[in-house]
């Protein structure tokens, strides 16, 4: 059977064109695209055929409008430029293509009440079933909770929130198992390089580090304020190199870690020899730096894994998982035992 019209010109393919291909109904392309169980495996294979050939691709608000269902997850973002919030986002993705769902995303322009309720406007635009939010302030968190949001969603948080949506990694718990790793070396003049004070993160792995340190009773100094980078690593080290009134820096992450290995070299200085360096994320280029970075991982897969389980328990009853995931010390060249 040939198929005339506008197809073979480059208008997308339509349902009624796959019906006349196949040689079947409209209503019964539907039935297949729905997986109706009273359809003949014959028929099936026939308009999965006409589907293939023409390369046809279901249109999400007719399916919305024939299922009530749009099988879409929204995801409301802040940043996803650092690598924790863009692992996060693949790790959803992934996730939610292995469980049938697509994914649809909305930057955050700021963070006041408008600008999230724009965002989360647009996601529900796009018939999103479900939500998940990631943000690095708990102020974003604090005004979604004030909203009155009609879908299942899923918070990304690393406190300690027993809320039934909120998901988290323990930051708490990697940063005291980075601390102790330092400790356990000989190490007790430690530095911390936090990141930007209103981030949970930093928040949280300031608390893990000061909580350690107190553990073993072990006198700190205030932790250096940071901005993630690694040009503010660099500059920490400078300045800190000059005192040498330290053997070992936790960074709070590995781009700052890096910037300070950076000092270290150029300072004449040897890492692990003269410093002890960890840091916190695990990033792919971590293991190549130079030495390779002692560090804290986070496992994004099964955080994405957990996030898209927690909204489908609540869509459609699926598998549950604990709300909070441990991080792991990954432990490379970069620490070393205090020397004598």
Known sequence: ??????????????????????????????????DHPSMRPATRQRVLDAMESLQYRPNRAA???VT?????IGILIFNR?????ASSVLAIEEAARIAG????????RGTDPSAIVEALDHLLDQAAEGLVVIAPQQRVFDAISTLSIRVPYVTLQSTEHEETHALSVDQITGARIATRHLLELGHRSI????????????????????AEMSDWDVPTTAPILGDWTADFGYRAGRELLRYRDFTAVF???????????????????DCPGDVSIVGFDDIPEAAHFAPPLTTVRQDFPELGRRCVALLLGQLEGG??????????LVVRASTAPLRP
Do not use: K
């Open 191 to 210: 530095y911390h390089l936090t990141g930007p004070q209103d981030w949970i993160e930093a928040e949280a792995r300031m608390r893990g580090f000061l």
């Open 81 to 85: 430029f650092h690598y924790g919030p």
């Open 1 to 34: 059977m040939h198929v005339t019209g506008d197809v073979t010109s480059g208008r997308a393919a339509s349902i009624r064109d796959v019906a006349r291909l196949a040689g079947v109904s409209h209503q019964t392309v539907s039935r297949v695209l729905n």
């Open 251 to 269: 960074s709070s992450n590995d781009q700052m870690a890096l910037g300070f290995l950076h000092a270290v070299r150029e300072a004449g200085l």
């Open 101 to 108: 769902y697509s994914v649809v995303t909305a930057n955050l």
């Open 63 to 65: 399916r919305v409008l």
């Open 319 to 328: 598998e549950g998982y604990s709300n909070t995931i441990a991080p792991e």
């Open 68 to 72: 009530s269902r749009s099988r879409t």
